[in-house]
Structure formats: structure tokens, C-alpha cells
């Protein structure tokens, strides 16, 4: 059968509800693909114009034929239902009984988990059922139970919103309807002005002239009241961005202030440990931003104020000079010391004389006369006189020797009444100085 007008419109009659008739009619409008959009404005037509239950009928027809052009990637008739759908959805719904309406909103569920329509003409259809809903008494959507619509109804969404939840809803409808008013007297006018037709007679020509105005003012009207709607939308939303936009200068200036007191908790916090790890008692820590303690600058406490003050320690200093000094010991009065060098030779001298004396030990005493001691015994050696002694170089107990034994032995030989011998071996020991 060739495709024109009546063809479709005959189709559309001949449909029922078994699922045979469903499909015939469906393959046959699917192979007149080209002309997707004319059948589409036939099928809404007849939608408007039938009684309510064949309305379900071209539902199930609209439902096949949009599901198998999604199986097969045509998207031919999925662009030309796309404006058509909510609206001719609304009106199957509107005035149904409670089985029709359950029915067509399972058809309506399935498009949602398909994909079959793009999300805004999804809405659109789900938003016009939901309106439908509220306007009758005691009519609750959401009776399949966690289906799409169970979430359609505004007491879910949050109080921010809830402004904008009808606001969207004139939208979707306002959408509904210019779209499909839309394509319709674009139709229209592509047909009537294409250069590539003749022209029809005057009369049909004015008579299709005032048709397509009509077609033309209606869809002014359906995007006028469209974008009004837009609009408000909108402007409910810039509202709602500037009272965020408030909120979340409030909640970086908050954000910052707990950073900061947090930086302090954890300085505290180091302190603390510290103090512990060094034994100073959790009490003696100053407490760091106290407003008005000139210890802190900014919050942050300063070095000196948090560490402890240091003792008070005596200079190390070397003992005077009497701690090693006998009792009694004569004193040095501007004498200096000897040098290491000096020390070194004194002490060499000294290791000769104590060798010295040591040899003199082992010689039997000499019998000496108690005339000539003064004389028998050889002069001490006297120390070096680069060191020197503080009173005329001639020690203590020396001085006190000559005090006692002044004047004894003076006038006599030394030697007298000792052997000849023993005489000798005493001059040539003491120099010749006896």
C-alpha cells in the first residue's frame, strides 16, 4: 500500500490491543521511515480524536515502534516522538480509569530504564503525569513501588528547593507544548513555500495561507509562554547560587579559623611533649593564643617565652696559689716563675745531686772531730740562681743552721785528727774546697 494520509489514518483505525495487530501496523509505519514525521502528526491527531480506550492502544503502537527504531539505531522516529510524546502521554492519561493510568505508567517506566528518550523529554512525560496525579483527590504517585515516579512528588527534595520544584514542573509543560507547536507550523510552512511544488489555486492557496498562520501563531504563543517560564526558573536559581555563594564565603572564612586554632593545638601539643621529654612540669607552659600576652604575636609563641631561664653557674676559676702553699712557706714578691724550658734544667740538676747524694751513702761515715764539723762537712750546693729564693736566695732551715752554729769550728783545719787517706778522699771530693 502506498503511503498517504488516509493510509495511515486507516492503519490507525484498524488497531486493537492483541499484540499481532500491534506489530503489523507497527512494521508498516516503520518501512515508510521517510515520512516519520507526518505519521507522527497523524498519530497525535488521532490520539486527540479517539475515545479514551483506544488510546492505550496507540501507546502499546508508539511503545513498539520507538523500542524496535532503538534496537535497529534508526533514529527516525525516536526524533520525531521526541516533541509528540508527553503531551500525547498526558492525554491517554488524563480521564482514563485506575487500570489504564496503572498501564500506561509501566509503559512510561520502561522508556526510563531503556534509555528510549533523552533525560529533558523523559522529565517532561514523568512531570505531566505527576501533575495529573496531584489534581485529583486521593490520587498518590509512586504506586509501583520505587518506580521512577515514587520520587516525583516534592516533599523529598530538600527545603532549598522547594521553590523550584514547580518551577521546573511549568517548565517541562510549557516545553511539552511549544516543541510539538513548534515542528508543526515549521512543517507546515516548508511545505506550503517549497519552490519545488506548484501552487495550488488562489482560493486553496489563501485557504492553506490562513491555516499555516494559525499553525504559526499558536506556536508564537506555546515559545512565548515557554520562555516565560525559562525565565523564572532562572531567576529562582540565581537566588539560590547567591545564597550559596554567601554560604560559602562563610565557610572558607570558617575553614581558615579552624586551620588556625588547629595549628595552635598542635604547637601546644609539641610543647607539651617537650616539656616532658625535659621534665618541666605541664604548669609552668605558658598557654599559647591568649589575646593581649605580648609573649605571642599572631597566635605563635615566642622562642624565649617557651624556653626555661638558664642557672646561675659560678665561673670556673683556678684555687689561689696558698692552697698548695705550705704553712709557714716563704713568699714569692715580684719573682717570676720559671719557664718549662728552665724547669726541664732545674729538674735534670736536681736528678745529679740526688745521684750525688745517693753515692755518698754508700760511703762509711768519717770519724770527724767535733772541732772541725763546721769545716769537715763541704758546702751544700746551693739551687740555681735563675729561680732564686725570696729572702737572699738562702733557704729557711739553712738560715736556722747558721744561727746555731755561727762561730764554731772557725781557726781550725777540718782535717785534723782524720787519716791521711781519708783526708784525701774528702778534698778531692769536695773540690779542694776543704
Known sequence: MAYTDDAVKAKLSSLNESQESIVQVSQWIMFHRRHADRTCAIWLERMRETTVNKRLTL????????????????????IAFSPLIAEATATAYKGATNDVQEKIRRTVEVWNQRRIFDKDIQAAVEARIIELDKSRSGKKSGLLGG????????????????????????????????????????????????????APAPPVHAARLSALLKSLSSAESAVAESIKTRQDLVNGLETLLATNRTALNNDKIQLDTIQERRDIAERKKREIEDAIMRGVSTSEIPSPAIDGDSRYTNGRA???????????????????????????????????????????????????????????TELPPPTIPSTSFQSAVPPPRLPDPRIGYPTGGIPAKKRKLDAEFDGFGEGEDAMAGLDDDVAELLRAESGGMV
Not at 60 to 77: I, T
Not at 187 to 195: G, H, I, M, S, V
Open 59 to 78: 501507546i502499546y503502537l508508539a511503545n513498539e515502534v520507538v523500542q524496535q527504531s532503538k534496537a535497529r539505531k534508526k533514529e527516525d522516529f525516536l
Open 147 to 198: 518506580s521512577l515516579f515514587s520520587g516525583g512528588s516534592g516533599s523529598s527534595a530538600p527545603s532549598e528547593l522547594q521553590p523550584l520544584i514547580p518551577l521546573q514542573s511549568a517548565v517541562l509543560k510549557s516545553t511539552a507544548t511549544s516543541n510539538p507547536a513548534s515542528s508543526t507550523a515549521t512543517a507546515e510552512y516548508e511545505k506550503l513555500t517549497d519552490p519545488g511544488k506548484p
Open 302 to 360: 615566642t622562642t624565649s617565652s617557651l624556653e626555661p631561664e638558664r642557672p646561675n653557674v659560678e665561673e670556673l676559676t683556678p684555687p689561689p696559689t696558698e692552697f698548695f702553699t705550705p704553712i709557714n712557706s716563704p713568699k714569692f714578691e715580684g719573682r717570676e716563675l720559671p719557664s718549662a724550658a728552665e724547669n726541664h734544667h732545674i729538674d735534670a740538676e736536681n736528678n745529679d745531686q740526688a745521684s750525688y747524694q745517693h753515692q755518698r
